[in-house]
């Protein structure tokens, strides 16, 4: 049995991402009608993380919020920031004070992504043993009514730490909706969204109302590590995601498997000796980031029974 | 019986608008081997046509090249370019010089774009009497294979001058593919770009060496006027493009048929009096130019027979 805090206050965060448009959109709403995500046992408080870059409708203005060394350093070793810092640095310290740990963190942040991925539904978690944020997942999972895949960044072998705006929370989830192109909001993934928002609320005000949520497993797909497209001499593509591997995200891609397609037509195969499970495949922000996909392993977790501490 | 003068240059362009993807990758790569573009009665020049545009991955620097008033106005007037003109603008020129009608014009150009709307294999041209790319869209939609609706730009009741890339040419044609995100590279458009723009230099070729092309007729979706998102006070969109009508690019909307939902859930129903058939519905570039959708209509253009001028 696990236990875990009451919960007292909520984010939303839209636009951590300025061009991903349905998390922009919802938050938008809900800052003018905030009454349609309060319930009785906590408060919550949307809000747009990065609005420079959603008023130009861009992923970002100077740097990406998440996954920064300096950002990490700044966040988690309270550096001073200096003037000339990017504008994300500057706003990642006032989002760090309001909702993270520089001040009296949120209990829960809720952090709303698209990618034009075929993602689907797709949950983001980043610890395996955070029993309130799996039990979280568990109930999307079974409650939503919506097919959930669900991402999980702990990787033991990696000594990155990613410090990313929901890991400013006690708890915290990413629901990163697809394929949505960037800047293109689509009533289907908007709809989608504000579910798994109201299924998340839901969740929370039973467990604060003393809901016993039982021992369960779920399945999860760990990442491993990425993989890059080919590229020439001048570090640019020299071959495109394969159709046959385009929009299969979550599908077992297995040894000797079409993975690129060279721009001459030549096929590509993927010669790992295990199957991986691609997520993220062909993320119009990633092709900067050198990743062409996330290679992922499919594993099933233990999620232990979990209430309210009183 | 209509002739036309032997084609003798041909260019390709690509990255017109820079995050256009299958065009700058084709382009890129016929810079690298030219002799894939090349057939023996003409010379085909690949242009990327917004080299800073393509570099950074965006859409346009400055301003958009097609479109503007001010660059009508130095194309087609001759007007000096200040300074400090948008790049766009100081680009336009020097492409006028080497293609257009500033120099010699090319014969004809090709202009290879994206869009996120599910537009299929678009074919854009601007004239209802140009009888050599009349043939050549008919000999694209007989030939090549793949189903490619045509967008025609003219409109008698509009007086706007259309000043893009292509009409820069003696003739010009635009294969616009989707639906493609911004910044994404998708190796079905890719490989369905470059199937056009081969059998854009067949029918070239065949023409070049006096093949008759039969009088025939053609199916065209002609523009009639813009419809925009419903705004709120602060200009900002306060509906979406409706579930139903989502990816229905081409297909017929009927006088109630849903066309917008709002962010609150309510359906707005199309309620002019006669059928449109959509284009560009929810194209990510157009939410800044006030752009949901294109109204058509569609109609039979009769396309005359043609044979190169001896």
Redesign the interface.
């Known amino acids: 049995m696990s236990t875990a805090q009451v919960v007292r206050r909520v984010a939303v965060f839209g636009g951590t991402h300025g061009n991903e448009m349905s998390g922009v959109?919802l938050v938008?709403?809900w800052l003018q009608n905030q009454e349609a995500i309060t319930r009785p046992s906590f408060l919550t408080v949307p809000c747009i993380a990065n609005p420079r870059a959603v008023e130009r409708?861009r992923r970002y203005i100077d740097i990406q919020i998440q996954m920064v060394d300096w950002l990490v350093a700044v966040l988690f070793h309270s550096m001073d920031v200096p003037s000339t810092a990017p504008y994300e640095v500057h706003r990642a310290v006032e989002l760090n004070k309001k909702f993270g740990a520089a001040g009296e963190a949120f209990d829960v942040i809720i952090d709303l992504h698209n990618t034009?991925s075929n993602m689907g539904n797709c949950l983001i978690i980043g610890s395996s043993t955070d029993s309130f944020t799996l039990q979280m997942v568990r109930y999307l999972v079974q409650r939503s009514g919506l097919v959930c895949p669900v991402f999980l960044t702990e990787n033991p072998a990696s000594h990155v730490k990613m410090a990313d705006t929901r890991s400013m929370g006690v708890h915290g989830i990413g629901l990163e909706l697809g394929?949505q192109?960037?800047?293109?909001?689509?009533?289907?993934i908007?709809?989608r969204h504000e579910r798994l928002v109201h299924t998340c609320l839901d969740f929370i005000h039973k467990f604060n109302q003393g809901e016993l949520f039982p021992k369960e497993t779920l399945e999860v797909y760990r990442i491993l590590h990425v993989v890059d497209y080919p590229r020439n001499k001048d570090n640019?593509?020299s071959a495109?995601?394969?159709?046959e591997l385009?929009d299969k995200d979550w599908h077992p891609l297995q040894p000797g498997d079409p993975m690129f397609?060279t721009?001459?037509g030549e096929t590509i195969k993927y010669e790992g000796d295990s199957t991986i499970y691609p997520a993220f495949i062909?993320?119009?922000?990633y092709?900067?980031k050198g990743i062409a996909f996330w290679a992922t392993q499919k594993e099933t977790l233990n999620v232990n029974e979990l209430q309210v501490k009183n």
Request: charged fraction near 20%.
């Open positions: 959109y938008k709403r409708c034009t394929a192109p960037q800047g293109v909001l689509l009533a289907d908007f709809l640019d593509l495109m995601i394969h159709p385009q397609l721009l001459d062909n993320e119009a922000a092709y900067e």
